[in-house]
C-alpha cells in the first residue's frame, strides 16, 4: 500500500494508471495474496483507487505536487475566503452522500423539481424557524449557491414595478458583476463604522424608483459589521413606505452567536424581504443555497431558474436534507461559531495592539472578514505586493465598489484560512509594511 501511495507521490503513478496485479504484488514482495487483496481493499475504501472487473486496479486521481515545507509553514493567509478547512465536516458529509446516494439512486440520474425537492424544501423550513424565518416551503427555492438567486433577482421584474437597485458599498464583488453584466442602475449607501445614513437611504428610497435594496445583515462582506435590531426595523419601515423590497443575504447568519440578533426577514412578516441563504460556512463548493420569495415572484423566478440551469443537482440536495435532518448540522455550526469568534477577538486585539494609528479598521464580534483602511497617499495594491514578499498574502476591496465610491486604499482581511497562532504575527507584517511604505512615501 505504502509503494503504491509513494509512486503516485512521486509522478510515476497518474490519474487513469493501471496499478500492478495482485500476483505481480505477491511475487515481488513474497507475501500472499491475501495480503495483497486487503491492501488495494483499504486503498479503494479511502477513494485512492477503483477496480474495474476483469480488468484490474486503476488510481483515482493525481496526489496534490507536495509543498515546499517553509513556504507551507511560513504563509499566512488573510487572502482566502472560503470556509476553515480544518473545521469542514468531511467525513460526516460523506457519510450524508452516501446515504443520499442509496435513497435517490434513481432520481439523481434524472430531471428533478425546479423549485427544489419537496423534503428538503419542508427541512429548510423547520430549520430557517430557528433563524426566525416563518415561511412555508411553498415560498421556499433551492438555488445552486445564493450568487445564482441574486444574479436572478437583479434581471427579474418586481411587483412594484421599479427598474433600480441600492446596494451597499462595499459589497460582495460577484453582486457587482452582476450589476455590470446586467447593465442594471444602481445607487450606493455607504457601510461606516457608525452604520449606514438613513437621511440618505429614505432620500434613494423616495426619489430614485428601487425595486429592492441587497444588504448582507449580520457580518458583511468585507467589513464584518452586524446591524442591530433597531436599525433593521427602520430600513423595514422605510421599504414598507416607500414600496421597496429587502433582498437580505444572510450567508453568515449561522455564526451569530447573540441571543435576539435576527435577520431582518424576522422584521416583516409581510413578504416584503427577499431572504437568501447559502452553504458558505459549510462547504461552498457544494454550490447549495436557498432564497425565500414572495408569492407573487414565484412564477418569474422559476421560470429564470429553468432557464439557468433546469434544477440544482439532487445528489447534493439530499445528502443536505440528511445532514441537517440527522443534526449533524448544527453541531457542525457551533463548532464554527467557537472557531470564528475565537479568532475575530486574537484579530481585533492584534489590530489594537500592532497597526499604526494612521489606519482604521473595522470590528467584528465574528464572521470571515475586516477591513483596514490605509492613508490615503498609500496604495492597497502596493502593500499587497510588498507583503507576499513576506509570505503575508491580503485583499483588495477595490473591486468591491461601485465606480463613483471606489477606493484604492482599503485592505480586506479575511481569518478563515489563518490559523489563529499566525494571526498576531500576520498583523504585525502589515503594520510593518505600512509604516515601511509610509516613510518612503515621505
Known amino acids: 500500500m505504502k509503494v503504491i501511495e509513494r509512486r503516485a507521490k512521486q509522478g510515476e503513478l497518474t490519474a487513469g494508471s493501471k496499478l500492478p496485479s495482485i500476483r505481480a504484488l505477491s511475487q515481488k514482495f513474497n507475501c500472499s495474496r491475501n495480503t495483497i487483496i486487503k491492501a488495494y481493499q483499504e486503498l479503494e475504501s479511502r477513494h485512492l483507487i477503483y477496480t474495474v472487473p476483469k480488468s484490474g ?116 464583488n460577484s453582486f457587482i458583476e452582476s450589476l455590470k453584466l446586467e447593465k442594471a442602475t444602481a445607487y450606493g449607501i455607504e457601510v461606516t463604522s457608525s452604520g449606514i445614513d438613513f437621511d440618505r437611504l429614505e432620500h434613494l428610497f423616495k426619489q430614485h424608483e428601487i425595486k429592492f435594496f441587497y444588504i448582507t445583515s449580520r457580518f458583511h462582506n468585507p467589513t464584518g459589521y452586524s446591524y442591530s435590531n433597531s436599525e433593521k426595523k427602520r430600513i423595514v419601515e422605510l421599504a414598507q413606505k416607500y414600496d421597496v423590497y429587502i433582498v437580505e443575504d444572510d450567508y453568515m447568519g449561522d455564526l451569530e452567536f447573540r441571543l435576539k440578533q435576527d435577520p431582518i426577514s424576522a422584521h416583516d412578516p409581510s413578504g416584503r424581504v427577499i431572504y437568501t441563504k447559502a452553504s458558505k460556512v459549510l462547504l461552498p463548493g457544494l454550490r447549495l443555497g436557498l432564497t425565500v420569495l414572495p408569492e407573487a415572484m414565484k412564477k418569474h423566478f422559476s421560470l ?66 475586516i477591513t483596514i483602511v490605509l492613508p490615503a497617499s498609500l496604495k492597497a495594491n502596493q502593500l499587497i505586493n510588498d507583503l507576499s514578499r513576506e509570505n503575508v498574502f491580503v485583499g483588495n476591496a477595490e473591486n468591491m465598489f461601485l465606480p463613483e465610491f471606489k477606493k484604492d486604499h482599503i485592505l480586506r482581511l479575511s481569518v478563515s484560512h489563518v490559523e489563529k497562532e499566525k494571526i498576531p504575527a500576520g498583523v504585525q507584517k502589515i503594520a510593518a509594511g505600512i509604516r515601511r511604505l509610509s516613510c518612503e512615501k515621505k
Request: aromatic letters at 12%; hydrophobic letters at 35%.
Open 57 to 172: 486496479y486503476y488510481l483515482v486521481g493525481d496526489y496534490p505536487l507536495l509543498q515546499d515545507d517553509f513556504n507551507k509553514g511560513a504563509k499566512i493567509d488573510f487572502f482566502s475566503a472560503g470556509p476553515d478547512r480544518s473545521g469542514m465536516p468531511y467525513q460526516d458529509f460523506k457519510h450524508c452522500l452516501n446515504q443520499a446516494i442509496e435513497l435517490y439512486k434513481e432520481d439523481m440520474f434524472m430531471y428533478s423539481e425546479v423549485q427544489g425537492l419537496h423534503s428538503l424544501r419542508d427541512t429548510l423550513a423547520r430549520h430557517l424557524r430557528n433563524l426566525q424565518v416563518f415561511v412555508p416551503p411553498s415560498r421556499i427555492f433551492v438555488v445552486s449557491g445564493s450568487q445564482q438567486a441574486l444574479h436572478l433577482l437583479v434581471k427579474l421584474p418586481f411587483p412594484n414595478g421599479k427598474t433600480n437597485i441600492c446596494v451597499e458599498q462595499p459589497t460582495h
Open 304 to 369: 429564470a431558474k429553468y432557464a439557468s440551469d433546469l434544477h440544482t443537482p439532487v445528489l447534493t440536495q439530499g445528502a443536505l436534507e440528511i445532514y441537517l435532518k440527522s443534526g449533524m448540522y448544527d453541531a457542525h455550526i457551533k463548532n464554527m461559531r467557537e472557531i470564528y469568534k475565537e479568532k475575530s477577538t486574537i484579530l481585533q486585539q492584534a489590530c489594537k495592539d500592532y497597526l499604526p494609528s494612521s489606519v482604521t479598521y473595522s470590528r467584528s464580534l465574528s464572521g470571515f472578514y
